[in-house]
């Protein structure tokens, strides 16, 4: 049995994606409307693994501190009754030496979860995270790579102040860190961190930009290079997924560039006839996009996360690139009478025994 806290938020939806994909199963997911219920209450006092993600990062307020603080003890308060506690795992920030209210609840919660597991012989694991960047992070919150993506997809002009070098670790690896820690205990492994200024970070984006509204996947040199670009391609979504391609007509015809990459890349046609639906799954880091070769369809698109379904009619006529944002659910359905014939791209071959597909009705 696992408990996690913040599950809403940022590290919590991506703990969500990490047990859907592994088929974790007894997982109690504690948000701000479920953790004063009975049932949670319950859950915790049973639990074996107690994962803490929740707290407040940024707040108008005076009172951050306290709050944390109070949110801290009131679990302790329960886990103190807990027989078969056997691990806490808390989630830390290098700004846990900061005289701000933010570092100083970090530092003071180490503190008290160090003597609370001490006390009580219960192991503990405390993850002093660093820069975290990943699809879902809030901007101008406490990423700077989400808000430097979201200003730059939206034609902001982000303004570098002081250009210091980061440390950016992205979240998925945070994630596996995090679940291989309840049984045993270990570190994050350095070659999970990329070290960059902020000036050759903003150059970065602005290039994908640049590579993503004229269609060109970039050569991704390294994961951390695939991770950022599919970090900045999610604050594209819902509005500026559909993208433009460039026509030329003469004599002969048309033709249009659906297409280009700088490293191979799998494309693929289908036909879907009447009254059939493709899809209905998301990937984690897949880049995929298709466009419509002849007929009328309609795809639906939902972030896993979210109620709200986006609906776009799209065909043939129209010549527009559909882009696939990663972890967002999609289909692909025809209702007319006319057969379906759509051209796929994805940025790696297919491999049936590692699709990064998986099952999630729209």
């Given at each position: 049995?696992?408990?996690?806290?913040?599950?809403?938020?940022?590290?919590?939806?991506?703990?969500?994606?990490?047990?859907?994909?592994?088929?974790?199963?007894?997982?109690?997911?504690?948000?701000?409307?479920?953790?004063?219920?009975?049932?949670?209450?319950?859950?915790?006092?049973?639990?074996q693994y107690f994962i803490h993600l929740a707290g407040i990062n940024r707040s108008s307020k005076s009172d951050l501190y306290k709050n944390n603080?109070?949110?801290?003890?009131?679990?302790?308060?329960?886990?103190?009754?807990?027989?078969?506690?056997?691990?806490?795992?808390?989630?830390?920030?290098?700004?846990?030496?900061?005289?701000?209210?933010?570092?100083?609840?970090?530092?003071?919660?180490?503190?008290?979860?160090?003597?609370?597991?001490?006390?009580?012989?219960?192991?503990?694991?405390?993850?002093?995270?660093?820069?975290?960047?990943?699809?879902?992070?809030?901007?101008?919150?406490?990423?700077?790579?989400?808000?430097?993506?979201?200003?730059?997809?939206?034609?902001?002009?982000?303004?570098?102040?002081?250009?210091?070098?980061?440390?950016?670790?992205?979240?998925?690896?945070?994630?596996?860190?995090?679940?291989?820690?309840?049984?045993?205990?270990?570190?994050?492994?350095?070659?999970?961190?990329?070290?960059?200024?902020?000036?050759?970070?903003?150059?970065?984006?602005?290039?994908?930009?640049?590579?993503?509204?004229?269609?060109?996947?970039?050569?991704?040199?390294?994961?951390?290079?695939?991770?950022?670009?599919?970090?900045?391609?999610?604050?594209?979504?819902?509005?500026?997924?559909?993208?433009?391609?460039?026509?030329?007509?003469?004599?002969?015809?048309?033709?249009?560039?659906?297409?280009?990459?700088?490293?191979?890349?799998?494309?693929?046609?289908?036909?879907?006839?009447?009254?059939?639906?493709?899809?209905?799954?998301?990937?984690?880091?897949?880049?995929?996009?298709?466009?419509?070769?002849?007929?009328?369809?309609?795809?639906?698109?939902?972030?896993?996360?979210?109620?709200?379904?986006?609906?776009?009619?799209?065909?043939?006529?129209?010549?527009?690139?559909?882009?696939?944002?990663?972890?967002?659910?999609?289909?692909?359905?025809?209702?007319?009478?006319?057969?379906?014939?759509?051209?796929?791209?994805?940025?790696?071959?297919?491999?049936?025994?590692?699709?990064?597909?998986?099952?999630?009705?729209?």
């Amino acid at each position: 049995m696992i408990a996690i806290t913040g599950a809403n938020g940022f590290l919590g939806k991506h703990c969500k994606i990490y047990c859907k994909i592994n088929d974790i199963k007894n997982v109690l997911f504690i948000d701000k409307k479920n953790f004063r219920y009975n049932t949670t209450k319950n859950f915790l006092l049973e639990c074996q693994y107690f994962i803490h993600l929740a707290g407040i990062n940024r707040s108008s307020k005076s009172d951050l501190y306290k709050n944390n603080l109070d949110l801290n003890k009131y679990y302790l308060d329960i886990l103190s009754k807990n027989k078969n506690l056997k691990k806490i795992i808390f989630t830390s920030s290098i700004h846990r030496n900061k005289n701000n209210q933010y570092g100083r609840s970090k530092l003071k919660t180490e503190n008290l979860l160090k003597n609370f597991c001490t006390s009580r012989n219960i192991k503990l694991k405390i993850l002093i995270l660093t820069n975290i960047f990943g699809e879902f992070c809030k901007p101008n919150y406490n990423s700077v790579v989400a808000t430097i993506c979201n200003e730059v997809m939206n034609n902001k002009e982000f303004k570098i102040k002081i250009n210091k070098n980061i440390k950016l670790i992205y979240v998925k690896d945070v994630i596996n860190n995090i679940f291989s820690n309840l049984k045993k205990n270990k570190l994050i492994n350095n070659k999970h961190h990329t070290n960059i200024s902020l000036h050759n970070l903003l150059i970065k984006i602005k290039g994908y930009k640049a590579d993503y509204f004229n269609n060109v996947i970039p050569d991704f040199k390294n994961n951390f290079e695939l991770n950022l670009f599919n970090t900045f391609r999610s604050y594209a979504f819902p509005k500026k997924i559909i993208l433009k391609t460039k026509s030329f007509s003469d004599k002969r015809g048309s033709l249009w560039e659906v297409i280009k990459s700088k490293k191979n890349a799998h494309m693929f046609m289908s036909t879907t006839k009447k009254n059939n639906v493709r899809g209905n799954h998301f990937h984690t880091k897949k880049i995929e996009r298709f466009i419509i070769m002849s007929g009328c369809g309609v795809i639906r698109f939902r972030h896993i996360f979210d109620d709200k379904i986006h609906k776009f009619k799209i065909n043939s006529k129209d010549k527009n690139i559909i882009d696939i944002p990663t972890y967002c659910t999609h289909n692909l359905s025809n209702n007319e009478s006319k057969e379906l014939i759509t051209l796929f791209y994805s940025n790696e071959i297919y491999n049936p025994k590692k699709t990064d597909t998986y099952y999630e009705k729209v």
